[in-house]
Structure formats: structure tokens, C-alpha cells
């Protein structure tokens, strides 16, 4: 069985960082290509970090040099680390890994940026 596992979310002020992870088991993070989406109240789910099998990154514009995705094969562990964080970055984020058009999806971290 397939399983990603979200965590790291919380309450943060703007300005703040923090470092969400997901945990996979049943699959290798390093032949997935693994990524972050995020789901606002009221919008669509959005990617904003992938991460390929060869370790090509990409980006939504919105997050560009605040965030960075990466993983780690022996844990089996993707992260998203987010600096400078704004309200708007407020959101379900979302681990996803995909293969050949296979999908899996985590359940959801909230992410809260308010003061």
C-alpha cells in the first residue's frame, strides 16, 4: 500500500519559515517525480514545487526564491522549505508523487500566515 504522510504545518507569523515534509512509504521517492500543491479556501489546487527522479526542480513564479523542494532517498522523505512567508501562502499544501501517470496524493497540512 501506498502512503504519504504530510507534516510540518502550523500557525506562523508573516516573515516567518517553516519546513513541511512528506513521508512516503509503499513507493521511492527517487523514481517518482515528487511535489507540493496547495489548496486556498475557495480556489483550485495549484502545484507549487516538483522535484524530478534526476533532481530538476520547478516553481510556481509566486514562491520563486523563497522556497525550496527537496528530498531525501535514505529517509524516503520529500520537503518543501518555505522562507519569507506572506498571508498569501495561507493553504492545505498537499505532498504528490507521480510515475507514468500513476498518482498519489497525502491527506493535507494546513499552513496559517497571520500575525
Do not use: H
Amino acid at each position: 500500500q501506498v502512503q504519504l504522510v504530510e507534516s510540518g504545518g502550523g500557525l506562523v507569523q508573516p516573515g516567518g519559515s517553516l519546513r513541511l515534509s512528506c513521508a512516503a512509504s509503499g513507493i521511492s521517492v527517487s523514481i517518482y517525480t515528487m511535489a507540493w500543491y496547495c489548496q486556498a479556501p475557495g480556489k483550485q489546487r495549484e502545484l507549487v514545487a516538483a522535484i524530478t527522479s534526476s533532481g530538476m526542480t520547478n516553481y510556481a513564479d509566486s514562491v520563486k526564491g523563497r522556497f525550496t523542494i527537496s528530498r531525501d532517498n535514505a529517509k524516503n522523505t520529500m520537503y518543501l522549505q518555505m522562507n519569507s512567508l506572506k498571508p498569501e501562502d495561507t493553504a492545505v499544501y498537499y505532498c504528490n508523487a507521480n510515475r507514468r501517470g500513476l498518482a498519489y496524493w497525502g491527506q493535507g497540512t494546513q499552513v496559517t500566515v497571520s500575525s
